[in-house]
């Protein structure tokens, strides 16, 4: 086996802290090196140990938005995942737009929660699979201009790119989207990448958010 994952864990609750701790810490590929409880402690923690996967609170006292934003403006490479209750459009957006890579619900089974810091270790982003229908409710509807501006983008997508985005959707991950498409998580990384440059988003989950909004059935060429 290789190196372990490094894993910092910030949270002002300290008995979740410890059940996420205790979960991670378990896994024989993981390791956690620092926690904390506040943005400060954040910040400290992402300069001195400069852990794989850090997981923060939106909530923490002094803002986790505001440490996220630090983070990844000192430390790019740490790669961050918001471990939170909350699930509104302003909040999500915010996170996603400061620099992280993940948005994982309180509340995820231990094995849930082990594979997405995976996927976000192995550099995909994450959100909990049925957050993006969830936010969709709360978006509305959007103006006939954005969604017509939205459809022409969809135009310029493969069958197959479109075959791949309805399962980034869902929620999986890139590994499983090869698995049922029996293409390998390099090729789809590829195409994920490509997808990303002609939806003219920042990242996979706003990529599924669109895509939930907007998928009409493809056919498999």
């Known amino acids: 086996m290789g190196e372990k994952i490094r894993i910092a864990v910030v949270d002002d609750h300290p008995m979740l802290r410890d059940g996420v701790m205790h979960t991670l810490g378990a896994q024989a590929d993981m390791e956690i090196v620092a926690e904390g409880a506040t943005g400060a402690d954040a910040v400290r923690i992402a300069e001195e140990w400069l852990p794989d996967v850090m997981l923060l609170d939106v909530s923490l006292p002094g803002g986790g938005v505001e440490a996220v934003r630090a983070i990844a403006n000192s430390c790019p490479v740490v790669k961050i995942a918001m471990l939170t209750v909350a699930q509104d459009e302003e909040t999500v957006s915010s996170a996603l737009g400061a620099g ?4 994982i619900l ?15 270790h192995a550099g995909e982003d994450y959100v909990s699979p049925g957050l993006a229908a969830r936010l969709l409710a709360e978006m509305g509807s959007k103006s006939d201009s954005r969604q017509a501006a ?13 075959s791949i ?16 498409l029996n293409l390998s998580e390099k090729t789809i990384k590829h195409y994920m990448t490509n997808i990303l440059q002609k939806l003219r988003v920042r990242n996979r989950v706003e990529a599924a958010l669109l895509t939930q909004k907007h998928r009409t059935p493809t056919t498999e060429r």
């Open 100 to 103: 992280a890579r993940g948005y």
């Open 106 to 120: 309180k509340g995820i089974s231990g094995q849930e929660l082990t594979e997405a810091v995976r996927n976000i």
């Open 150 to 162: 939205a459809h022409d983008v969809f135009a310029t997508l493969s069958v197959r790119e479109e």
């Open 165 to 180: 985005l309805v399962l980034v959707a869902d929620g999986l991950s890139n590994r499983q989207v090869g698995e049922k």
